[in-house]
C-alpha cells in the first residue's frame, strides 16, 4: 500500500512557474513508477508525465514537453514536477500516481493521491 499527498499547487500568472511534490509513505516508493496526471473542469484526466522506478526514464505529453520535467528523490520518498512557462490551459487540479509501470496509460497506477489544484491566470 502506498499513499501519495501532493502539495505546491496554487495560483500563477501566465509565464510563471510552480513546483508540485508528492510525498508517498511506506518503505517501497523505490519499488514504483511514477506519474503526473492533470484534470481540468469537464474533461478527462490525462497524462503529462512519467519517471522509472530509478529516474533514469522519463516521458511527457505533447503539451508539457520542453516546459515540465518530472523527477524524483528516492530517498526522500518524493516526486516532483517543475512547471515552467505556465499556460492558462495547464489550469487543473493534478494528480500524482505510482505504478509498475512509467506508462502514459492511467490505468497503469495503482495508487492515487487527493490532488492540487493548479490556476494559471492570463
Known amino acids: 500500500q502506498v499513499q501519495l499527498v501532493e502539495s505546491g499547487g496554487g495560483l500563477v500568472q501566465a509565464g510563471g512557474f510552480l513546483r508540485l511534490s508528492c510525498a508517498a509513505s511506506?518503505?517501497?516508493?523505490?519499488?514504483?513508477?511514477m506519474g503526473w496526471f492533470r484534470q481540468a473542469p469537464g474533461k478527462e484526466r490525462e497524462f503529462v508525465a512519467a519517471i522509472s522506478r530509478t529516474g533514469g526514464s522519463t516521458s511527457y505529453a505533447d503539451s508539457v514537453k520542453g516546459r515540465f520535467t518530472i523527477s524524483r528523490d528516492n530517498a526522500k520518498n518524493t516526486v516532483y514536477l517543475q512547471m515552467n512557462s505556465l499556460k492558462p490551459e495547464d489550469t487543473a487540479v493534478y494528480y500524482c500516481a505510482a505504478g509498475l509501470r512509467a506508462y502514459s496509460y492511467i490505468g497503469s497506477y495503482n495508487y492515487w493521491g487527493q490532488g492540487t489544484q493548479v490556476t494559471v491566470s492570463s
Open positions: 511506506g518503505r517501497t516508493f523505490s519499488s514504483y513508477a
